[in-house]
């Protein structure tokens, strides 16, 4: 989905950190892939990149787009589930991963640009790939929003 448009979010604080996700990998291919890596290939000024990290969406009762990292808000406290970046993860042929990735983004300061282009990088048999993806997630200086509770 997040190929297709703007994910985005306009109430982000300055030094505060966020859950930034990248497209869910699907597999089109008739061979299963691992995915090793995945990451935003622009970086706004205002926002750094802390980490990456790979979750499993039945851990995290589905995919994350964005989200604070505090736990507030409509997602938990994603630092106790379990990472699985650094590990290959297989893709089965013709079907999505179970697994989706996420940039850990702190604010620094003003933001004019976007966070986008994502790139994944893969083998299939023993050849390697990077692919590249169209992503955009847009992240604005805003009025914070309350939490109950």
């Known amino acids: 989905m997040q190929s297709a448009g703007d994910v985005g979010y306009e109430h982000a604080q300055v030094g505060e950190e ?19 890596r995945a ?3 622009h970086v706004p000024k205002g926002l750094k990149v802390i980490e990456y990290r790979a ?11 964005f989200a604070r990292t505090d736990g507030k808000g409509s997602v938990g406290d994603l630092f106790k589930a379990r990472n699985y970046a650094g590990h290959p993860m297989t893709v089965k042929a013709k079907t999505g991963s179970h697994v989706y990735y996420v940039a850990r983004v702190k604010v620094t300061g003003p933001i004019h640009d976007n966070l986008s282009g994502c790139s994944y990088w893969y ?27």
């Open 18 to 36: 966020y859950w930034a996700g990248l497209p869910l990998p699907w597999n089109e291919s008739g061979k299963d892939i691992q995915i090793t």
């Open 123 to 149: 083998r299939q048999g023993s050849t390697e790939f990077q692919q590249q993806l169209d992503c955009s997630t847009i992240v604005r200086l805003g009025k914070p929003l309350k939490y109950e509770g």
């Open 55 to 65: 979750f499993n969406g039945d851990d995290t009762d589905g995919n994350v787009l």
């Open 39 to 41: 990451k935003f290939t």
